[in-house]
């Protein structure tokens, strides 16, 4: 089967596709099938990090499904432990040697660790050395809100080609996302089915899951589609790439089949009214090395 997802054009004019595979919390034992699954299903994207610990099974994946290597598009994310100018480019080695790759197509920094924004730009600006060798294609952040990017872009030469932040519709960060859209940042939506709202061992009882919620359920009915559909519907609509994550064959193709239906006006606006304004992940300002340190071994 071949790729039909719609592309969208990062602003140094690389193209990525709409949607993509997320890997976060997918067993190493599960990864490479699950890439490889994705890719003859026809997905051309695979989001990892190095702190997700399986970019290994992501390369091997890749090597399983026969495409070359430039079909595909590989994001990865470099963690708060290789922050610094000289941390920065050896976390490339280690993320393209795991991966087993020349390039990495888009490189992001994972946090914005605010309590050392003095090595965060430094490790951007490790990123910005990477794509002037070519090591990259791209490059860009994740989790930065208004201020940060206001600070990253005063402080560096090259405007982020992505910000991936949580979006899902109980969470939907407007204001970071009319942010990325000042600067010509694509918003790249993580957990964007909610996954945040309902994996299990996160957050407390009174969670309520997305794929759950009364007024998406009843809009997939109107379509004949499922919540997770309507959803990446939903975020493609408005312009974010997504990253939905599954190991589940099923639920792998189910996430990519979602052009043969359009959402009405009013059906997105309902969504929008979704939001609670309560995050499902952790605040980007709290994210420090002695509370969420992780050595990133060697490749
Ligand atoms: N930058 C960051 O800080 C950050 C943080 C979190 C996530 N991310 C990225 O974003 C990706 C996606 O986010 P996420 O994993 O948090 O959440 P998500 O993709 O919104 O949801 C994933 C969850 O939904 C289930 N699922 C998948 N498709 C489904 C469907 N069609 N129907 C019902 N359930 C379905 C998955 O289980 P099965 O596998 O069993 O299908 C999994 O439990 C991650 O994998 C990662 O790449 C980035």
Redesign the pocket.
Known sequence: MTANTPQITLNNGVTIPAL???????PPEETAG?VETALHAGYRH????AA?FNEREVGEGLRRSGLDRDEVFLET?VWINDYGYEATRPAFDKSAGKLGVETIDLL?L??PMPSRFDLTVQAYKGLESLLADGKVRAIGV??FMPEHLMRLVAETDVVPAVN???V?PYFQQTAVQDANTKHGIVS?????????????GWGGDDRRS??DDPTIREIAERHGR????V?LRWHLDQGRQ???????P???A??LDVLGFELAAEELAAIDALHTGVR???DPESITLAEHGAEIPEA
């Open positions: 993509g595979l997320g890997v976060f919390q997918s699950a695979v989001d990892t990090a997700y994310k992001i994972h946090q994740s989790n991936q932040i949580e899902h790249q939506a993580w957990s964007p089915i909610g996954g945040i709202t309902f994996y299990p997305t794929l499922t919540p997770a559909q959803m997504a990253i939905p994550k599954s190991t589940n099923a639920r792998i189910e996430n499902g992940g952790p």
